[in-house]
Each structure stands twice: as structure tokens, then as C-alpha cells.
T-cell receptor, first 110, second 115 residues
Framework: SQQGEEDPQALSIQEGENATMNCSYK?????LQWYRQNSGRGLVHLIL?????REKHSGRLRVTLDTSKKSSSLLITASRAADTASYFC??????????FGAGTILRVKS | EAGVTQFPSHSVIEKGQTVTLRCDPI?????LYWYRRVMGKEIKFLLH????????ESGMPNNRFLAERTGGTYSTLKVQPAELEDSGVYFC?????????????FGPGTRLTVT
């Protein structure tokens, strides 16, 4: 099965800076999603981008998708301490089951 | 609206013992998924229920794992007997009916420690 791989594994930035996380996958997809996990909590859905979309925005989040390179990026602008979390990309397979990448640990220092 | 809940939040058991994890999905969500994250590795799919039926159990690691969803409401995941490699965080997620419902709502997870 395909797996998304996140890059970088860990990212530490100052509050107010932008954070960019990348994800690669291996097979054709219908859509790609990004989830966030705060320490000790469940995953929270952030944004979904379909295979026929190239860019999508939601608040301070911007997601791009390049199906030719099988990659996606998540940009968080004007980061806040509350954005500190693990971020995962996930592709959808048969039955809508999610295939997750290893995740990026983001730390935003105030 | 109540979210997905899981019980217990943390379980510590000895190798060879039995543990049962419970998941209560969001009311009305026909789709229920189990995932787990073993230390340092990716979150992996275990199985998928549609109502009370197992739609896909291709991710279940072996026959020591048994999942049920009687009545199509809450689900249990039993590990019997538990092994050291079963340690990790077990997540449950639910989603609305329909093939186009891609967003999944996750519970906080159950951290299982097998010693």
C-alpha cells in the first residue's frame, strides 16, 4: 500500500514565522488530507484537497498538490504557539481508509 | 455534538493478558475505523465497519485481535493474548454515511502498554 512521507520530521520556528511541511505519496489518489494531533489528543481534520485541485486555502492554512510529483505541501502562515502539534498527511484508499505519513512535529516558540 | 470517545485512555497490562478497548462514534456515523500507532512508526489502518458489518479488516495484524460492533453503535477491540509489540496508541475514528464522506473524526486514542 502507498505511504505518505513527511518532510521535515521535525520543525522548530518562532511565533509569527511561516511553517512549511511536505508530503510525498506513491500511488494515484482521489484526494489528500492533512490532520493535526496535539499532544495526548486525537487527530483533527484540517483540510482536504482533491486530485483535480492544485491549491486550497483555509484560514492560515494553504495546501498545494502536485500530482505529477506525487507531493503536497502544507503552509501555516503567521504561526502561533497553539500551532505546536504533529501534522500528518493522509491519502484515501478503498473504503475511505486513510494511509498516513510519518508526520512532522512542529514546535512554535513564543 | 459529542465527539468520538474512547475508553480507557490508558491501559497497562502484562504480556499474555487480555485487554478490551471501546470506541463510541459520533451518533449517526455509520463508518467506524480503528487505527493504531506503534512507537515511532506511522499510524496504520486496522479495520473498517459500516454499521455492524466489517467492510475491511485487512489491517488487522493477526488473530489475537478481534473487533466487534454489535448493533452498529459502539465498537470494541479485544487483544488476546497481548504481546509486547502490541504496545502503542489505538485510535478510533468515525465518518458519515456515503462514499463521498472523506473526513474522519478521531477519538483521543487509548494508549496500550504491554509489559
Amino acid at each position: 500500500s502507498q505511504q505518505g512521507e513527511e518532510d521535515p520530521q521535525a520543525l522548530s520556528i518562532q511565533e509569527g514565522e511561516n511553517a512549511t511541511m511536505n508530503c510525498s505519496y506513491k500511488t494515484s489518489i482521489n484526494n489528500l488530507q492533512w490532520y493535526r494531533q496535539n499532544s495526548g489528543r486525537g487527530l483533527v481534520h484540517l483540510i482536504l484537497i482533491r486530485s483535480n485541485e492544485r491549491e486550497k486555502h483555509s484560514g492560515r492554512l494553504r495546501v498545494t498538490l502536485d500530482t505529477s510529483k506525487k507531493s503536497s505541501s502544507l503552509l501555516i502562515t503567521a504561526s502561533r504557539a497553539a500551532d505546536t502539534a504533529s501534522y500528518f498527511c493522509a491519502t484515501t484508499e478503498y473504503g475511505n481508509k486513510l494511509v498516513f505519513g510519518a508526520g512532522t512535529i512542529l514546535r512554535v516558540k513564543s | 455534538e459529542a465527539g468520538v470517545t474512547q475508553f480507557p485512555s490508558h491501559s497497562v497490562i502484562e504480556k499474555g493478558q487480555t485487554v478490551t478497548l471501546r470506541c463510541d462514534p459520533i451518533s449517526g456515523h455509520d463508518n467506524l475505523y480503528w487505527y493504531r500507532r506503534v512507537m515511532g512508526k506511522e499510524i496504520k489502518f486496522l479495520l473498517h465497519f459500516v454499521k455492524e458489518s466489517k467492510q475491511d479488516e485487512s489491517g488487522m495484524p493477526n488473530n489475537r485481535f478481534l473487533a466487534e460492533r454489535t448493533g452498529g453503535t459502539y465498537s470494541t477491540l479485544k487483544v488476546q493474548p497481548a504481546e509486547l509489540e502490541d504496545s502503542g496508541v489505538y485510535f478510533c475514528a468515525s465518518s458519515q454515511p456515503g462514499l463521498g464522506s472523506y473526513e474522519q473524526y478521531f477519538g483521543p486514542g487509548t494508549r496500550l502498554t504491554v509489559t
